[in-house]
T-cell receptor
Framework: DTGVSQNPRHKITKRGQNVTFRCDPI?????LYWYRQTLGQGPEFLTY????????KSRLLSDRFSAERPKGSFSTLEIQRTEQGDSAMYLC????????????????FGPGTRLTVT | EDKVVQSPLSLVVHEGDTVTLNCSYE??????LLWYKQEKKAPTFLFML????IEKKSGRLSSILDKKELFSILNITATQTGDSAVYLC????????????FGGGTRLMVKP
């Protein structure tokens, strides 16, 4: 399978616990993005990486959230001391970085990890 | 603040009908507008539009962008039940990260 994969697909946790999600992008894509989507809304940007460098973070990304992409391939998103408001679908997307004519650079999304905080 | 607004919020039609979904935007440093289809999983890419007035077409789906009036439409002709989904519009900014700002989506239900 050459698409974006995410694990786990579903996570139920109790308030106050830490959770970690993983994203494996399309192999030749050097950009990786994290988005959060709540019910009835469009995805909201959280952060993105180019290779291993985290280049931008949204103000939505509180101090309890941290993301890594240590070798420029897969990425992890950790949420510490989860709160009920963190319940959402966490989507990962990947793309090529360079806009070259004739090359597809749109973002391709993974299936998401649905987090429920009880 | 950047804004992407989609209308209608939801739509119920019967198979065979034609639908038009709307997306208006206010963003600085616009680069492109994208349409995605989302069923109960990942958004799947439909179209990327960068130039005004040039229609993109894929089967029964087509889309066009108006950069002067800051909107795009997505048309679906001869709708089928498999077209039932949430259709998301997103704008890509011309900055280092090319992050997407999404609208809230239009939920389309096609009845047999």
């Amino acid at each position: 399978d050459t698409g974006v994969s995410q694990n786990p697909r579903h996570k139920i946790t109790k308030r106050g616990q830490n959770v970690t999600f993983r994203c494996d992008p399309i192999s030749e894509h050097n950009r990786l993005y994290w988005y959060r989507q709540t019910l009835g809304q469009g995805p909201e940007f959280l952060t993105y990486f180019q290779n291993e460098a985290q280049l931008e973070k949204s103000r939505l990304l509180s101090d309890r959230f941290s993301a890594e992409r240590p070798k420029g391939s897969f990425s992890t998103l950790e949420i510490q001391r989860t709160e009920q408001g963190d319940s959402a679908m966490y989507l990962c997307a990947s793309s090529l970085a360079v806009h070259v004519v004739g090359q597809n650079y749109e973002q391709y999304f993974g299936p998401g990890t649905r987090l429920t905080v009880t | 603040e950047d804004k992407v607004v989609q209308s209608p919020l939801s739509l119920v039609v019967h198979e065979g009908d034609t639908v038009t979904l709307n997306c208006s935007y206010e963003v600085t440093n616009f680069r492109s507008l994208l349409w995605y289809k989302q069923e109960k999983k990942a958004p799947t890419f439909l179209f990327m539009l960068t130039s005004s007035g040039i229609e993109k077409k894929s089967g029964r789906l087509s889309s066009i962008l108006d950069k002067k009036e800051l909107f795009s439409i997505l048309n679906i002709t001869a709708t089928q039940t498999g077209d039932s989904a949430v259709y998301l519009c997103a704008v890509e900014k011309d900055n280092a990260g090319n992050m997407l700002t999404f609208g809230g989506g239009t939920r389309l239900m096609v009845k047999p």
